[in-house]
């Protein structure tokens, strides 16, 4: 039997959150144990909770939203590559040094970001691993259809907007935040399906990798 590797990483109301984000909230409005015929529970939390996919609609005005997003570019083969520990933001020279395979067209990124998730670290680390703006530049031209990243933002904190833009506006999709502790650097097949959830900018994903 094939490796799997659940790459998602949990969703609990001690989940990591972005700064500004509502924390999410799980409330068990039936309950068996209280006399209810079932259980039920209630679920409030932003689509960018968790594992999650943002779509060009995140922030490009009139950006695909995730539901148009085509599914053969969410399912098939990827790389993950591995960045070294020293490296602190992920720049155009940083790919190029790590010879990419010619024929990728979706890139897992794993980088020092993977020891928070190793270490079940709930706190939120300012000073994360990211892509620059001339990293995303750089993936573009290299005809990456996917890229996703061991934290809960593509780019970095000091840059934000601009990668995201330079990825979105070329229809890149982008698979944020993502546990890689466990996977080796190396090929796989990828599958990341969000929820069909109409005209919204993201949605959630439960993404595994399967070891080829």
Same mark, same amino acid.
């Given at each position: ?19 500004? +984000?509502?924390?999410?909230? =799980? ?46 570019? =969410? ?5 993950? %590559? ?5 490296? +602190? ?81 070329? +229809? ?11 996977? +080796? ?7 990341? %399906? ?19």
């Amino acid at each position: 039997m094939k490796n799997i590797y659940d790459i998602s990483v949990e969703l609990s109301t001690r989940s990591v959150i972005w700064p500004g +984000d509502p924390m999410i909230q =799980l409330d068990r409005v039936m309950e068996m144990r209280k006399g209810a015929r079932y259980n039920l529970t209630h679920l409030k939390m932003s689509l960018h909770n968790g594992s999650h996919i943002d779509a060009p609609l995140h922030l490009i005005r009139d950006g695909k939203s995730i539901d148009k997003i085509p599914l053969n570019i =969410l399912i098939g083969s990827c790389y993950v %590559l591995e960045i070294e520990e020293k490296v +602190d933001q992920i720049d155009a020279s940083v790919l190029e040094n790590m010879k990419i395979p010619k024929n990728v067209t979706r890139l897992l990124l794993k980088s020092r970001n993977s020891h928070y998730w190793k270490e079940k670290d709930h706190k939120f680390h300012e000073d994360y691993c990211g892509v620059t703006t001339d990293g995303a530049r750089f993936l573009v031209k290299r005809g990456i259809q996917l890229v996703g990243i061991d934290y809960l933002s593509i780019s970095p904190l000091v840059e934000v907007d601009p990668p995201h833009i330079e990825l979105l506006s070329n +229809d890149v999709v982008i698979l944020e935040t993502i546990d890689l502790s466990g996977v +080796d650097p190396g090929w796989y097949d990828l599958f990341c %399906l969000p929820l069909k959830i109409i005209d919204v900018e993201g949605a959630p994903v439960r993404a595994i990798l399967i070891k080829y």
